[in-house]
């Protein structure tokens, strides 16, 4: 059974761009989590999505966008990057139902210069 | 409000020695309890899960953590480091919302392992 998938594993942007990341979770799973890992911060949730709805939401701006698609596969969006959310992204997937634990890609690294 | 608190973000212990690295929590009700280990530039591997059935939980490359409700307490243990032990080790809850389950993570304690 695959993995979790995320790509790219690696990142260069500059400022103000905008940025796609992709992760497609394990098959069967409809739930999929993104999350911003810093130094500093340490893991942040940034949202959930399930059968193509944000079921849950962290506290990032509205920059930080995410969809769903019908084959459970995920994308994120960064629109006009700053410095500090230079990051690793990880992506975690679960069935959705019931309380299971989290399973988790490599993760896309992003560095904004 | 559920909460992970992790003591130590940096433990260092020599190879061969006892590892431990403490976790607690808090919830209002039973929790599902998790450790995840992370080496450099990867994601997170599960370890073990406490999901309310025994409370010494065995996990995977010798890995253990007991849960312990009154001290509100899910220490993970290692008998004797490895080398290959050295990671970044989480600890984390997940709480239920809006009937939804959310994963709230410790801040982490990086593990160094001494020769």
């Known amino acids: 059974k695959a993995g979790v998938t995320q790509t790219p594993r690696y990142l260069i942007k500059t400022r103000g761009q905008q940025v796609t990341l992709s992760c497609s979770p394990i098959s069967g799973h409809r739930s999929v989590s993104w999350y911003q890992q810093t130094p500093g911060q340490g893991l942040q949730f940034l949202f959930e999505?399930?059968?193509?709805?944000?079921?849950n939401k962290g506290n990032f701006p509205g920059r930080f966008s995410g969809r769903q698609f019908s084959n459970s596969r995920s994308e994120m969006n960064v629109s006009t990057l700053e410095l500090g959310d230079s990051a690793l992204y990880l992506c975690?997937?679960?069935?959705?139902?019931?309380?299971?634990?989290?399973?988790f890609g490599q993760g896309t690294r992003l560095t904004v210069v | 409000a559920q909460s992970v608190t992790q003591l130590g973000s940096h433990v260092s212990v020599s190879e061969g020695a006892l590892v431990l690295l403490r976790c607690n929590y808090s919830s209002s009700v039973p929790p599902y309890l998790f450790w995840y280990v992370q080496y450099p530039n990867q994601g997170l591997q599960l370890l073990l899960k406490?999901?309310?059935?025994?409370?010494l939980v065995k996990g995977i490359n010798g890995f253990e953590a007991e849960f312990k409700k009154s001290e509100t307490s899910f220490h993970l243990t290692k008998p004797s480091a490895h080398m290959s032990d050295a990671a970044e080790y989480f600890c984390?809850?997940?709480?239920?919302?809006?009937?939804?389950?959310?994963?709230?993570f410790g801040t982490g304690t990086r593990l160094k392992v001494l020769a």
């Open positions: 406490y999901t309310s059935a025994a409370t």
């Open positions: 984390a809850v997940s709480v239920t919302t809006s009937g939804t389950y959310k994963y709230i």
């Open positions: 975690a997937s679960t069935p959705g139902t019931g309380n299971t634990e989290a399973f």
């Open positions: 999505y399930f059968s193509e709805t944000q079921r």
